[in-house]
T-cell receptor
Framework: GENVEQHPSTLSVQEGDSAVIKCTYS??????FPWYKQELGKGPQLIID?????GEKKDQRIAVTLNKTAKHFSLHITETQPEDSAVYFC?????????FGAGTTVTVRA | GAGVSQTPSNKVTEKGKYVELRCDPI?????LYWYRQSLGQGPEFLIY????????DSGLPNDRFFAVRPEGSVSTLKIQRTERGDSAVYLC?????????????FGPGTRLTVL
């Protein structure tokens, strides 16, 4: 099955700086790559996703890049704010089954 | 509109007991998923429903776990003879279409603790 690895496991950034989280996946058939943000005591919330026919997608301060040849994708958050502090998960999917990374705990220092 | 809801939010039970966890998907969503999230880990797929039928139950860990969705809306995850290793957050998600690359919207989860 699909194996997704995520790095780093923890990330501390100064408010206003950028945060980058990287993921690799094993199954070249994966074609959908969502990113979820999870706050304490809540379920994961989709923040951005990318499909295999594009290499980059941006939504305000959040961007995702995909390199299908290397089988890796990354999340970039610019101008970080305290409310960006949360656990972020990448996932890869073949059809409906999401395989998640282990998560990155992001802390934005004021 | 209303999102995915799950009840109860917390469930504490004793080893060997039976539990039921309920999921109310977003209205009109035909696909429903159950995931399990252990502490410090990402969610792990358990089962996927398309309508009333379980299209893929390959993630269920053993035959103590069972899920139903009799009318194609609400789903119940049932765990028999609970074990301490079943302690986790059980997440439900739904998506509007066939499930193929459709966005999955998650509920808040049920935290199950088996003593």
């Amino acid at each position: 099955g699909e194996n997704v690895e995520q790095h780093p496991s923890t990330l501390s950034v100064q408010e206003g700086d950028s945060a980058v989280i990287k993921c690799t996946y094993s199954d070249s058939a994966s074609n959908y790559f969502p990113w979820y943000k999870q706050e304490l005591g809540k379920g994961p919330q989709l923040i951005i996703d990318i499909r295999s026919n594009v290499g980059e997608k941006k939504d305000q301060r959040i961007a995702v890049t995909l390199n299908k040849t290397a089988k890796h994708f990354s999340l970039h958050i610019t101008e970080t704010q305290p409310e960006d502090s949360a656990v972020y998960f990448c996932a890869a999917s073949i059809n409906y089954k999401l395989s998640f990374g282990a998560g990155t705990t992001v802390t934005v220092r004021a | 509109g209303a999102g995915v809801s799950q009840t109860p939010s917390n469930k504490v039970t004793e080893k060997g007991k039976y539990v039921e966890l309920r999921c109310d998907p977003i209205s009109g969503h035909t696909a429903l998923y159950w995931y399990r999230q252990s502490l410090g880990q990402g969610p792990e797929f358990l089962i996927y429903f398309q309508g009333t039928g379980a299209a893929d139950d390959s993630g269920l860990p053993n035959d103590r776990f069972f899920a139903v969705r009799p009318e194609g809306s609400v789903s119940t995850l049932k765990i028999q003879r609970t074990e301490r290793g079943d302690s986790a957050v059980y997440l439900c998600a739904s998506s509007p279409g066939t499930g193929a690359r459709d966005t999955q919207y998650f509920g808040p989860g049920t935290r199950l603790t088996v003593l």
